[in-house]
């Protein structure tokens, strides 16, 4: 075997390890990107919520009126 020969099984033997490697960063990266997502999603609709004011306690918005009682009528 030639010097060309090794240096040719090595670089393809060394393209097929980085294409592993760099197919399972993907995956990761894909999973991690819609993780982000998730947590930004989350995070704006906090402070949406916050800014509509969601999360005052003492907000009455909603809330029904208590009925008046009426004299009965003769």
């Known amino acids: 075997m030639d010097s060309t020969t090794i240096a ?3 670089g393809i ?3 097929f390890l980085f294409l592993f490697i760099a197919r399972r960063m993907f995956r990761m990266a894909i999973k991690l990107v819609l ?3 998730i947590v930004l999603a989350l995070l704006a609709t906090g402070v949406f919520g916050w800014w509509q004011g969601w ?3 003492s907000s ?3 809330a ?3 009925p008046t009682q009426r004299a ?3």
């Open 13 to 15: 033997v060394a393209l």
């Open 64 to 66: 029904r009126p208590t």
């Open 8 to 10: 040719i099984i090595v």
């Open 55 to 57: 999360f005052d306690g």
């Open 60 to 62: 009455t918005r909603g």
């Open 35 to 37: 993780v982000g997502v």
């Open 72 to 74: 009965p009528s003769r």
